[in-house]
């Protein structure tokens, strides 16, 4: 039933930008906490940003000033826009929404099934 689904990912160059998006269905979008994880091979799943349901936001210190994340109430999406690009945000990017939210991945309910983000030097 709930339905998260990322899009916007692929291969930049350092220095480049990328903008994520996440569709989300099936509950009341609304009311719950979003948020933006990646994993790279070899790593935990980390936090990268999240958005309560007032709008509030929270990012990862490796992130923070290159990265922002929103969202749209009236179209049940999340967006993660990703400046200034670097090597090491290679990965899988993951949305997820949570009732409470946070930054950490037991916070949240429902994931997507991630997007692959590239980055060259």
């Known amino acids: 039933q709930v339905q998260l689904v990322e899009s916007g990912g692929g291969s930049v160059q350092a220095g480049g930008s990328l903008r994520l998006s996440c569709a989300v269905s099936?509950?009341?979008?609304?009311?719950?906490?979003l948020g933006w994880f990646r994993q790279a091979p070899g790593n935990e799943r980390e936090f990268v940003a999240s958005?309560?349901?007032?709008?509030?936001?929270s990012y990862a210190a490796s992130v923070k000033g290159r990265f922002t994340i929103s969202r749209d109430n009236n179209e049940n999406t999340v967006y993660l826009q990703m400046n200034n690009l670097k090597p090491e945000d290679t990965g899988v990017y993951y949305c997820?929404?949570?009732?409470?939210?946070?930054?950490?991945?037991?916070?949240?309910?429902?994931w997507g099934q991630g997007t692959q983000v590239t980055v060259s030097s």
């Open positions: 099936g509950l009341t979008f609304a009311m719950y906490a």
């Open positions: 958005v309560s349901a007032d709008a509030h936001t």
């Open positions: 997820a929404a949570g009732w409470v939210g946070g930054t950490m991945r037991h916070q949240f309910d429902y």
